[in-house]
C-alpha cells in the first residue's frame, strides 16, 4: 500500500494547487475532501486541462472542476474485482473505506508495470492457512510445521530442518549453536546482505571482512586465508544470486584451520554445486522464505544440519532453551524464533511447487541470458560448469564506458517505463556498522555496477522480452564511450 496523504486536497485549493499536486507524481489523480476526510471528488490531469481550456483560471476552487462520478472500488473487495474496473479509459481507481475515505488508489500504468519479484501464491496456500484458521492453529503448535520441515528435508537430503521465523534468525540460531560469541571471529563475504554479518555482531563477535571472486561474486577462497587468524571460529559463504560458492575450496580451508562452515542459502535454494544441493555441504544451512525468495512464507527461515546434536541445540535454542516435555524448565537461554502454523501452511504449499519454482528461475535467467549475453557492455551473472545457478533474481553489470551508460542511468530509464529493478547490495566495508580499511576490489567493482532485473516466478516470456527490447532500445539511444 502506498502513501495516499499527498493525493488528498480539501475544499479550498485551487486549480494551481491540484496541478502542483499532480506535478509532484502523485500516481495521476488527486482528490478533494470533506472536513472528515471524505472524498467528494477526483481530478485527473485531464480533468484540469480541460477545466483550463474551458476558460477557468487556475485560482479557482478545484471543486468546480472536479469529477463526482469517478469510478470507484472497495476497500475489503476481491482485488480482481476493483482491478477489473480498471481501463484504457478509467485509468484510476481510488479504493473506498465504508466511510468515503480514500485507503488506496490503483492505475492504469501500475498494471502494465513489471515487478522486480512476486511471490506465485495459486496453488493451496489459501486453502492450507483457512484450515489452520478454522482449526484454530495459527501459532507454532500444529502440523504444518512438521510437515514443512519434512518437506524441506525431503528435498535437502535428510538432514535435519527446523523452521524460524526468518532466515536472520536462522543464522543467528547457527552461530549461537555453534556457541559463537565474544573474541570470536567469523569471515563473511563483503558483498552480501547485511543480515549475514550483523548476526555475527549480535552474537559479540566480530565479522571479518573478505573479497568475493570475480567468476562467482561469492566468497573468494584466497582472500578466505589471508583473514584466518587465531581467533576465527567460522566461515559464512553466500550463495549470492542464486550461484553455489566454490565449496571444496572453502570446506578445505575450514577444514586446515578448525573451522566451522554456515552456508547462507537465502537466495540460492535448490542451487547445486557439482551436483549436491546448497545447505548440506556445510556444517548448517540457512535459508530465507521471505516473499522474493525461492519459496515464500511471508517472512520464514529453515536451519539445516546433518548433525543430531547441533539439530538438538538449534531445536533447543529455537524455543526459550526448553525441551518438549519439560515446560518453564530452561536448559540454556534461547529465543522465541519459531514459525507459526500459518507460515508453515503456506510454506508446505510452496514445496508442493518447489521444483516448478527453480525450473522457472533457470528459465528466466536463461531467457535473459539468451537476448542479452552478446551486448557489449553487459556483463552476465556466473555460471561455473562445476555449478547449476537458480539465477534466484537474474543480476547483471553494466559496464558504463562499454554500455554508454551506468548502472544507475539504465535503472531510472527502466524505471520511467515501469519497469523495476534494484541495485546490488553496498559492500559491508563501506558501511558504518562493519566499516574495515582494506581493498576490496571486486565487491566494489560489483556493487557499483550490478543491476537486478523482474524475475518473479510468475513473470511472462513477453514480459521478459519487454524488459529486454526496452533494455536494447535504451542502450542503443547512447554513444558507447571507447
Ligand atoms: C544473503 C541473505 N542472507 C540473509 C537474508 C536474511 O533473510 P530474512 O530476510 O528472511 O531474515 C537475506 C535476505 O533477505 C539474504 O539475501
Known amino acids: ?78 482485488h480482481a474485482e476493483n482491478v477489473a474496473k480498471l481501463s484504457e479509459r478509467v485509468r484510476h481507481v481510488p479504493l473506498l473505506d465504508p466511510a468515503g475515505r480514500l485507503v488506496d488508489m490503483l492505475s492504469w500504468a501500475e498494471m502494465l508495470r513489471i515487478p522486480l519479484m512476486q511471490p506465485a501464491l495459486g496453488g493451496n496456500e489459501l486453502a492450507y492457512v483457512s484450515d489452520c484458521v478454522t482449526a484454530g492453529w495459527i501459532s507454532s503448535q500444529g502440523e504444518y510445521v512438521q510437515r514443512f520441515e519434512s518437506k524441506f528435508s525431503d528435498f535437502l537430503d535428510g538432514s535435519h530442518a527446523l ?32 543480515a549475514t554479518a550483523n548476526v555475527v555482531l549480535h552474537c559479540g563477535a566480530t565479522p571479518v571482512l573478505a573479497d568475493v571472486d570475480q567468476s562467482t561474486w561469492t566468497l573468494d577462497p584466497n582472500e578466505i586465508e589471508r583473514r584466518i587468524s587465531e581467533r576465527t ?19 578445505a580451508i575450514a577444514h586446515r584451520h578448525g573451522l566451522k562452515v554456515i552456508e547462507d542459502c537465502a537466495e540460492a535454494q535448490g542451487a547445486r554445486y557439482r551436483g549436491r544441493l546448497v545447505g548440506a555441504l556445510g556444517d548448517i544451512g540457512c535459508f530465507s522464505f521471505f516473499s522474493n525468495k525461492v519459496i515464500t512464507t511471508g517472512e520464514g527461515g529453515m536451519v539445516t544440519t546433518a548433525n543430531p546434536e547441533l539439530a538438538d541445540r538449534l531445536r533447543l535454542l529455537r524455543d526459550h532453551g526448553m525441551r518438549r516435555g519439560r515446560r518453564y524448565w530452561h536448559e ?58 537458480i539465477y534466484w533474481i537474474f543480476s547483471m ?45 571486486v565487491s566494489s ?38
Open 163 to 194: 523452521a524460524v521465523s526468518s532466515g536472520t534468525a536462522a543464522l543467528h540460531l547457527a552461530l549461537k549453536a555453534l556457541d559463537i560469541g565474544r573474541g570470536d571471529e567469523v569471515i563473511v563475504p563483503d558483498l552480501t546482505f547485511a
Open 397 to 441: 553489470l553494466v559496464e558504463p564506458r562499454a554500455a554508454g551508460l551506468s548502472r544507475d542511468e539504465l535503472a531510472t530509464e527502466l524505471e520511467a517505463r515501469g519497469i523495476e529493478t534494484r541495485p546490488f547490495f553496498y559492500p559491508l566495508h563501506v558501511q558504518p556498522p562493519y566499516a574495515e580499511a582494506g581493498e576490496f576490489r
Open 332 to 389: 540454556i537461554a534461547g529465543f522465541n524464533y519459531r514459525m507459526t502454523n500459518l507460515q508453515a501452511a503456506v510454506g508446505v504449499a510452496q514445496m508442493e511447487r518447489v521444483q516448478g519454482f527453480i525450473k522457472r528461475r533457470q528459465e528466466i535467467g536463461e531467457h535473459y541470458i539468451a537476448r542479452l549475453g552478446t551486448i557489449p557492455g553487459l556483463v552476465m551473472p556466473p555460471r561455473q560448469p562445476w555449478a547449476q545457478t
Open 1 to 78: 500500500m502506498r502513501d495516499i496523504s499527498r493525493n488528498l486536497l480539501d475544499q479550498s485549493a485551487s486549480l494551481r494547487d491540484a496541478l502542483q499536486r499532480l506535478n509532484e507524481g502523485v500516481y495521476g489523480a488527486v482528490f478533494i475532501t470533506d472536513a472528515k476526510e471524505r472524498v467528494l471528488g477526483m481530478l485527473t490531469d485531464g480533468d484540469v486541462r480541460r477545466a483550463l481550456l474551458a476558460g477557468a483560471a487556475l485560482t479557482d476552487p478545484a471543486v468546480d472542476s472536479m469529477n463526482r462520478e469517478f469510478v470507484k472500488g472497495q476497500v475489503g473487495a476481491p
Open 445 to 482: 567493482y560489483l556493487s557499483s555496477q550490478g543491476i537486478s532485473l523482474p524475475s518473479g516466478n510468475e513473470i511472462s516470456a513477453q514480459e521478459i522480452d519487454r524488459v529486454c527490447d526496452t533494455v536494447l532500445a535504451i542502450i542503443e539511444n547512447r554513444e558507447p564511450s571507447q
Open 233 to 251: 571460529r567460522a566461515i559464512i559463504p553466500v550463495h549470492l544470486y542464486g550461484h553455489p560458492c566454490d565449496m571444496d575450496q572453502i570446506s
